[in-house]
């Protein structure tokens, strides 16, 4: 490995710069990378040679907090089969974990976690009951709080559409109103039936001791078939603390 190229968690444009001792003009160069999620989704792509003696590709968001690497390997044909070759490794940070306030009540919400309804039947066919019920809303959203020491209970609401372009004020007093209520130590998540190919606009607000209503978190989700959970284990503890209460 020749060198590192670091590249931001939001993502980023990097470029390798090379030279070539006797180049040929009928000789080419190729650029491949061993950057490729869990899912087959490559992370480093968009490889661009138009420059001579540079490369640039892409580097897709690291949504995860932890770092990752890989390396990207430059390969210079020669028409009669030969080939020179070096590699760089690419570094990209990871997203900087979301802080709470520890001066004011304050949750943070979170879908982290949605799953086939089709695929917990296969885990389980006895969820078929409680799960094959509705013909479009085919995922469930499991929808976890995180409180900070003054939050005591959380007013939230998983809304179905993307809100992002309605005001905060409108929004906070719209969630105020048609809230379901966590309570700190209580379910360690909710189970919401969503839609598949759907975005859907979760907000949290914190609530302390006395009553009084604190900020409100705001995320948002796009169910995809390649972000649902494969952690049938989770859907199944979620479940059984639900049922059991």
Not at 91 to 101: F, H, I, L, R
Not at 145 to 157: G, H, M, P, V
Not at 177 to 200: C, E, H, R, W
Request: glycine letters at 6%; hydrophobic letters at 35%.
């Amino acid at each position: 490995t020749e060198g590192t190229v670091e590249a931001s968690a939001e993502g980023d444009t990097c470029i390798i710069a090379y030279v070539l001792e006797n180049p040929d003009e009928n000789g080419g160069v190729e650029a491949t990378s061993d950057a490729v999620e869990a899912d087959g989704t490559e992370w480093i792509f968009g490889y661009d040679y138009s420059v001579d003696g540079e490369i640039s590709f892409e580097v897709a968001a690291n949504e995860a907090e932890e770092s990752r690497e890989a390396t990207v390997t430059v390969t210079y044909n020669y028409p009669e089969g030969e080939e020179q070759s070096f590699s760089v490794k690419v570094v990209q940070a990871g997203m900087p974990a979301e802080t709470m306030p520890d001066d004011e009540p304050y949750v943070l919400g979170h879908v982290n976690h949605y799953w086939s309804v089709f695929d917990l039947v296969e885990h389980n066919p006895d969820y078929s009951g409680s799960l094959l019920r509705d013909s479009v809303q085919t995922m469930v959203a499991a929808v976890e709080i995180e409180y900070n020491e003054l939050a005591e209970s959380c007013a939230y609401c998983l809304w179905q559409g993307d809100f992002s372009e309605m005001s905060y004020d409108d929004l906070y007093l719209s969630t105020k109103n048609a809230a379901q209520m966590a309570y700190k130590g209580d379910n360690p998540a909710t189970l919401i039936f969503v839609t598949p190919g759907a975005t859907s606009t979760l907000c949290s607000i914190a609530v302390d001791a006395e009553g009084n209503y604190g900020k409100m978190d705001i995320e948002y989700v796009t169910y995809t078939e390649e972000g649902k959970s494969m952690d049938f284990e989770l859907y199944d503890e979620f479940y059984q603390t639900l049922i059991s209460q």
